[in-house]
């Protein structure tokens, strides 16, 4: 405790010496006029940094301040406002956005008037450190970007005024690129270009810094719906709903977010990206996993869409009404009621008056004579054949895209298509062998004929031997009975 009250009483001793010393050699204010103010007695400090303002150097006090009473040492500012600096300095006032304290001609907030050890007479080394006495835009961010990273405000924005908003030093996209050059030389090369990237960089990014990568200001789909607020509706209302949308950074899985060769700005073509997820089992919902889609692997003849790698020409990739992400309708199952609108999808492309037209000798190949076998598998009132009855949606081994089979509940019913060169045959698990033939019709009105007659033979037999069993029995003829039977 002792040595303790004794090293106090030393340092304040030493503090007294101090304070009378300074008070011995202070130097008297002059009490008259002077050439100037910065002497080897006065104002010593101003002369002896490494950056000092040019009437500080010259010895020209008067630029800046007038006199009043040269035996009180007093004196006042020349000028008021921003005219105060500006009166020189005219340079620094002339874009259309002037910074507040230069507006006001605050410029000692930044700079020391006088002298200063730090480059443009900076009260601080970091030119940071002063724009943070009043701009607070890092917090406690995750990422930031480079020139606030390190304190370099002065690279984005002009300290002082510019034409641009938010006293940036050029456009925005051009300032951008003055740094991010490997960007711009990309979107050159590139046919499609997302808008905001030639234009608005800060559309997507913050300028200073963010939580999350490459600072963007939000996380993808939230990031891109408020100017794509149509796919938001879609992806969030539609019926059938195309999960990876919604979910956390999903744009980025199809899409790139500057510029592409592929339209849409799409990472690769539809039916690669598609298949980068659909290769494999996609859960669709909480209740159904749509299996790995295996439907294109080693077939000779590719759905016109399909060969054009065009997945887009049925499908609606954000969200659709209908089942399966389908444009229009198509019936999901192998019976529907023919409609018209139940086969709008394929009707965007093939004639609608191939299901509607019993006869014809051109509308279709698949005829026997003239009828329309189209006509007759898909037109009717309750069990029509659906286009997926016998045709595969996407692509298959056999001409005009046939099935070899068809989901029919737990069966793969075969079609069994055999093609020849004025027609063919089917022999499907739905009914015997059939052939048609566009130059020798098969005449299966005499064949219906024909097996009309043997039903109505099988019949009359047995009514005949039902009718006999009857009348044995009433008799008690017990061993004819057996014997008709």
């Known amino acids: 405790m002792n040595a303790s009250l004794k090293h106090c009483k030393n340092i304040a001793f030493l503090l007294f010496c101090m304070l009378m010393s300074s008070t011995v050699l202070a130097v008297d204010k002059p009490n008259t006029p002077q050439t100037t103010c910065a002497t080897k007695d006065c104002h010593t400090v101003y002369s002896t940094k490494a950056f000092v303002h040019g009437p500080v150097e010259l010895g020209d006090c008067k630029s800046c301040h007038k006199p009043l009473d040269s035996k009180k040492h007093t004196f006042e500012f020349i000028r008021k406002g921003q005219d105060f600096c500006g009166n020189c300095h005219l340079d620094q006032t002339t874009g259309k956005n002037v ?10 907030q930044c700079h020391d008037p006088h002298s200063s050890d730090n480059k ?13 006495n009043c701009h607070q835009v890092t917090g406690q961010l995750q990422y930031l970007h480079g020139p606030t990273a390190i304190g370099e405000c002065t690279m984005c924005h002009d300290s002082h005024s510019s034409d641009h908003e938010k006293l940036l030093v050029e456009d925005s996209a051009k300032l951008c690129f003055s740094c991010h050059t490997i960007t711009q030389q990309e979107l050159e090369k590139y046919e499609f270009i997302h808008e905001p990237a030639q234009s608005d960089c800060i559309g997507c990014h913050s300028g200073h810094g963010a939580d999350n990568p490459m600072m963007l200001k939000d996380e993808a789909p939230q990031l891109c719906f408020p100017c794509h607020e149509d796919i938001e509706k879609t992806a969030t209302t539609s019926a059938c709903q195309h999960s990876v ?9 199809c899409h790139t977010p500057h510029a592409s060769n592929v339209k849409y700005i799409l990472k690769s073509d539809p039916v690669s990206l598609c298949m980068s997820c659909h290769n494999k089992p996609v859960g669709i919902s909480k209740d159904e996993v749509l299996g790995a889609f295996k439907e294109l692997e ?4 590719m759905h016109g869409p399909v060969a054009q790698n065009n997945c887009n020409g049925c499908h609606l990739v954000h969200g659709s009404e209908h089942f399966r992400l389908l444009e229009k309708n198509y019936p999901p199952q192998f019976y529907a009621p ?7 999808l394929c009707f965007s492309c093939h004639q609608e008056s191939l299901s509607r037209t019993a006869k014809t000798t051109n509308l279709t190949d698949f005829r026997n004579g003239r009828i329309n ?13 659906t286009c997926r009855s016998c045709h595969q949606t996407h692509a298959s081994n056999l001409p005009k895209h046939i099935r070899a089979s068809v989901p029919y509940g737990k069966w793969e019913l075969p079609i069994n298509f055999t093609k020849t060169k004025t027609g063919g045959t089917c022999a499907p698990g739905c009914h015997r062998a059939k052939t048609y033939d566009r130059d020798n ?10 097996i009309k007659e043997l039903a109505e033979a099988r019949k009359l037999q047995r009514q005949k031997k039902a009718e006999a069993k009857a009348k044995a029995e009433s008799a008690g003829e017990t061993e ?3 014997k008709i039977e």
Do not use: Q, W
């Open 373 to 385: 076998m189209h006509y007759l598998h898909v037109n009717k009132a309750e069990r029509g054949r």
């Open 338 to 344: 023919y409609k018209p609108e139940n086969y709008e």
């Open 441 to 450: 019709p098969v005449d299966y009105a005499a064949e219906a004929k024909k």
């Open 480 to 482: 004819s009975v057996e």
């Open 245 to 253: 949308v919604t979910k956390p950074d999903g744009c980025m899985m």
């Open 99 to 108: 910074h507040k304290p230069v507006e006001s001609g605050d410029c000692t």
């Open 120 to 132: 443009f007479m900076l009260t601080e080394k970091k030119v940071a450190d002063i724009c943070e």
């Open 298 to 301: 080693d077939k000779k003849f």
